[in-house]
């Protein structure tokens, strides 16, 4: 790495694998990194079940004026609309141009509405919480979240226990919790009935006019954003997701990395595999810049944790592969675990934040 030229790191994406990314190439003092995203706050997407229900306790988002003061990041309120890998730089939706030596794409995902054609315009999805915890207030009515997955029982949970007014069904096409052991999948099941919440397992939903509600909350998947991605040539999976050989880096084009949900990795969409992803793929590109070679991503799962609402939770113990171990852990301790658990990302991004500033 020469002292003439800091190389120039451009990360998209200000989520959990971003943020995670940006702030630690933020370490190295003879790089300058440039952070794009289009808002000024990073939000706290493990959090959106709350906001959705309305909590009025609950802060979903962070300023990241607070988040990157001093340490150097370039933060530009932008969205990035044009990726030239020939030229080796991004335009964006206010008309800059932004060069970059390396790339790393954490766009993240969105909640996927393409199984039924009208959901995108008609029901509530994660991403509209803040809407959906305006129109609970309205009144209350028949209401139906769509998708049995973590995500869909944190939602009927919370909306269930906070507005007892409101009918709440869950349909799933597939079974609930379909992740967990048996007695884990047990404990939801009890949890959900005794806030009042009907789960209708085998219901593949085409259409939001074949949900019997007033109000529908759409929860069934989520989406790589590879969009930018696909146009500049970059090569997607199946699931759309960018194809990145063990160190994070595309398999298309070596000066571009990616991370979190937008990486075609084994690993699926969280926060929890969000972070560490985002630090790998940064640590990847400061080895590749120094001329080191990089460490394949080494991840083996812990636990799954799941809220039911705000006195009762779900700690689901998992082999590093994943796959459910017997025991679990519910009740107030298992809610206590997970708000723990929530907490501790904001921390360790201030936490890293902290070291950038010293450097």
């Given at each position: 790495?020469?002292?003439?030229?800091?190389?120039?790191?451009?990360?998209?994406?200000?989520?959990?694998?971003?943020?995670?990314?940006?702030?630690?190439?933020?370490?190295?003092?003879?790089?300058?990194v440039t952070l794009i995203d289009p808002n000024d706050y990073?939000?706290?997407?493990?959090?959106?079940?709350?906001?959705?229900?309305?909590?009025?306790?609950?802060?979903?988002?962070?300023?990241?004026?607070?988040?990157?003061?001093?340490?150097?990041?370039?933060?530009?309120?932008?969205?990035?609309?044009?990726?030239?890998?020939?030229?080796?730089?991004?335009?964006?939706?206010?008309?800059?141009?932004?060069?970059?030596?390396?790339?790393?794409?954490?766009?993240?995902?969105?909640?996927?509405?393409?199984?039924?054609?009208?959901?995108?315009?008609?029901?509530?999805?994660?991403?509209?919480?803040?809407?959906?915890?305006?129109?609970?207030?309205?009144?209350?009515?028949?209401?139906?979240?769509?998708?049995?997955?973590?995500?869909?029982?944190?939602?009927?949970?919370?909306?269930?226990?906070?507005?007892?007014?409101?009918?709440?069904?869950?349909?799933?096409?597939?079974?609930?919790?379909?992740?967990?052991?048996?007695?884990?999948?047990?404990?939801?099941?009890?949890?959900?009935?005794?806030?009042?919440?009907?789960?209708?397992?085998?219901?593949?939903?085409?259409?939001?006019?074949?949900?019997?509600?007033?109000?529908?909350?759409?929860?069934?998947?989520?989406?790589?954003?590879?969009?930018?991605?696909?146009?500049?040539?970059?090569?997607?999976?199946?699931?759309?997701?960018?194809?990145?050989?063990?160190?994070?880096?595309?398999?298309?084009?070596?000066?571009?990395?990616?991370?979190?949900?937008?990486?075609?990795?084994?690993?699926?969409?969280a926060c929890a595999t969000a972070m560490p992803t985002g630090?790998?793929?940064?640590?990847?590109?400061?080895?590749?810049?120094?001329?080191?070679?990089?460490?394949?991503?080494?991840?083996?799962?812990?636990?799954?944790?799941?809220?039911?609402?705000?006195?009762?939770?779900?700690?689901?113990?998992?082999?590093?592969?994943?796959?459910?171990?017997?025991?679990?852990?519910?009740?107030?301790?298992?809610?206590?675990?997970?708000?723990?658990?929530?907490?501790?990302?904001?921390?360790?991004?201030?936490?890293?934040?902290?070291?950038?500033?010293?450097?």
């Open positions: 790495m020469t002292q003439t030229h800091r190389p120039d790191i451009v990360v998209l994406g200000a989520g959990y694998a971003g943020l995670s990314a940006a702030l630690r190439l933020a370490l190295n003092p003879h790089v300058a990073f939000t706290e997407r493990v959090r959106l079940h709350q906001l959705a229900a309305g909590r009025p306790e609950v802060s979903v988002t962070h300023p990241l004026s607070v988040l990157l003061r001093g340490t150097r990041i370039r933060h530009l309120a932008a969205r990035a609309v044009d990726l030239d890998r020939a030229g080796r730089q991004l335009r964006t939706d206010d008309g800059r141009t932004v060069p970059y030596d390396r790339l790393v794409y954490a766009l993240g995902s969105v909640t996927d509405t393409r199984a039924a054609q009208d959901a995108a315009e008609r029901a509530y999805t994660a991403e509209s919480s803040a809407e959906l915890g305006k129109r609970l207030f309205d009144g209350p009515g028949r209401l139906a979240v769509v998708g049995g997955g973590l995500t869909g029982v944190e939602l009927a949970a919370e909306i269930a226990e906070s507005h007892p007014g409101w009918e709440v069904r869950l349909l799933t096409a597939g079974s609930l919790g379909a992740g967990l052991s048996g007695k884990g999948r047990t404990h939801v099941r009890k949890a959900l009935g005794a806030m009042g919440v009907s789960v209708r397992e085998g219901e593949r939903v085409a259409s939001v006019d074949d949900v019997d509600a007033d109000v529908t909350v759409w929860s069934a998947a989520l989406r790589p954003r590879t969009e930018l991605a696909a146009a500049a040539g970059l090569e997607l999976d199946a699931a759309g997701r960018i194809v990145v050989d063990r160190t994070l880096r595309s398999a298309t084009d070596p000066a571009v990395y990616a991370a979190g949900d937008a990486a075609a990795t084994s690993l699926r969409m630090a790998h793929a940064a640590a990847s590109v400061l080895a590749d810049i120094g001329s080191r070679p990089a460490q394949p991503l080494a991840f083996r799962y812990v636990m799954q944790c799941i809220s039911l609402g705000r006195h009762d939770g779900l700690v689901q113990p998992v082999h590093g592969d994943d796959s459910p171990r017997g025991s679990v852990l519910t009740g107030r301790p298992a809610a206590f675990v997970k708000e723990q658990v929530v907490r501790s990302t904001v921390r360790s991004l201030r936490v890293v934040a902290s070291m950038a500033r010293a450097r």
